[in-house]
């Protein structure tokens, strides 16, 4: 199985700040990775797509980049809207695997 | 606008079973691989189940394979999990969601399941 390692575990932001969540395979996974976002008592909602493929009504502060076995989400000026809990997934092999997930906190 | 709707959680005991149901609609659910995914208390998402649109193929994590079976009507827009021998690391929220290449677009909104004595 493809065992995924995101860090850091949390996260103290500030509002305003730029801040970049990363995501590791344990073997490639091309670009077949994708970042989800749960805010408290929600279900997870998708963010990212493909490592870096923008999702339609998400705003444009999030983005992504990577391939292979190394990945990052970027929030470009974080809002207290997005203290959250950020997945990433990959869908390249069965079975598909989730990141234990980054929690951003508020500094 | 896709909707999932999630039903069929409650208490059971050790060794029970329950069987979940998530009916869809917005969407031509007869087109679509669906999946169930569970969250465990406090911890991460777990995939557990995935059946083809047309259910002529379905996968299981090992941690569920051979208690729980994954299966649809079209007719109906319904997706279901069957689970059996259920035990204490089953409790969970579990989501049903849709799918466009293994990516999990849509999710619904989750329905508890807790297993204890």
């Known amino acids: 199985d493809v065992v995924l390692t995101q860090s850091p575990a949390i996260l103290s932001v500030t509002p305003g700040e730029r801040i970049s969540l990363s995501c590791r395979a344990s073997e490639s996974v091309d670009t077949y990775l994708h970042w989800y976002q749960q805010k408290p008592n929600e279900s997870p909602r998708l963010l990212i797509k493909y490592a870096s493929q923008s999702i339609s009504g998400i705003p444009s502060r999030f983005s992504g980049s990577g391939s292979g076995t190394d990945f990052t989400l970027s929030i470009n000026g974080v809002e207290l809207e997005d203290l959250s809990i950020y997945y990433c997934q990959q869908g390249n092999s069965l079975p598909w695997t989730f990141g234990g997930g980054t929690k951003l906190e508020l500094k | ?117």
């Open chain 2, 1 to 117: 606008e896709v909707q999932l709707v999630e039903s069929g959680g409650g208490l059971v005991q050790p060794g029970s079973s329950l069987k979940l149901s998530c009916v869809a609609s917005g969407f031509i659910f007869s087109s679509y691989n669906m999946h169930w995914i569970r969250q465990a208390p406090k911890k991460g998402l777990e995939w557990i189940a995935l059946i083809y649109y047309d259910s002529s193929n379905k996968y299981y994590a090992d941690s569920v394979r051979g208690r729980f079976t994954i299966s649809r009507d079209n007719s109906k827009n319904t997706l279901y999990l069957e689970m059996n021998s259920l035990r204490s690391e089953d409790t969970a929220m579990y989501y049903c969601a849709k799918s466009t290449m293994g990516i999990f677009d849509y999710w619904g909104q989750g329905v508890m399941v807790t297993v204890s004595s």
